[in-house]
């Protein structure tokens, strides 16, 4: 391995995965890093790595330079910040936004995202068949009111209003999963207006259409 690579950050991650939000942020950061790019649920030797790196084998998984492993997209963007604070993913400790802030991350990852875990594949939680479609429609319900109430926090024309965060960064990432768009459009509009505001940055755009085209 080259020096260069020994002093970068290794991203490994997914196509159309959470991974996005991470490489969004450390391309807004400026921070050096690589890709790593696996189908991270495929036997073979990438996910023999990935989960020795990450025993849950999930995406997004950061390297650091120095060898130690992150998991959990949360984390990643608190440290990021930590690493290049002028990037302005995060709010300062303060700032009058940083309460709602950490409230609406712990709430996107904590609440909307394990509705995927139970809802992607419901026969892996329950019986095949009735209970499975019962677990799916109630898991969905569930996310689209979470939706909403995060809709009813969310400002003009970013997340958190005038100042950009990396809130945007993941709501940007996830109005490209499963309800998708347009029912963000019809349903949320104001969250799928800071999409499309977000959608303005160059690094935020090139990612989107690496994952998503």
């Not at 807004?28 to 790019?37: C, D, M, Y």
């Not at 440290?79 to 002028?86: A, G």
């Not at 302005?88 to 700032?95: H, I, M, R, S, Y």
């Not at 709430?107 to 068949?129: C, E, H, N, Q, S």
Request: aromatic letters at 8%; charged letters at 20%; a negative charge.
């Amino acid at each position: 391995m080259t020096e260069q690579f020994m002093n970068d950050y290794e991203l490994i991650g997914s196509p159309g995965c959470g991974s996005a939000i991470v490489e969004m942020a450390l391309r807004i950061a400026g921070i050096p890093h690589r890709l790593t790019e696996l189908p991270y649920l495929e036997p073979g030797p990438g996910r023999d790595r990935l989960m020795k790196l990450n025993p849950l084998g999930q995406v997004p998984t950061l390297i650091l330079p120095d060898g130690a492993v992150m998991t959990e997209s949360a984390a990643i963007i608190l440290h990021l910040h930590d690493v290049s604070p002028q990037s302005g993913l995060v709010p300062e400790p303060t700032a009058p936004e940083r309460v709602r802030f950490l409230n609406l991350l712990l709430r996107l990852v904590g609440a909307v995202y394990p509705t995927f875990t139970y809802a992607d594949d419901p026969p892996k939680w329950t019986l095949p068949g009735p209970a499975a479609d019962r677990l799916r429609d109630t898991v969905m319900e569930r996310r689209a009111n979470l939706w909403r109430e995060i809709e009813a926090q969310t400002g003009k024309p970013h997340v958190l209003g005038e100042r950009f965060s990396a809130l945007d960064l993941y709501v940007t990432v996830m109005t490209h999963w499963r309800p998708n768009k347009h029912w963000f459009t019809q349903n949320c509009p104001t969250l799928a207006a800071a999409a499309t505001q977000a959608e303005k940055n160059p690094h935020v755009a090139a990612v989107l259409e690496r994952h998503f085209s």
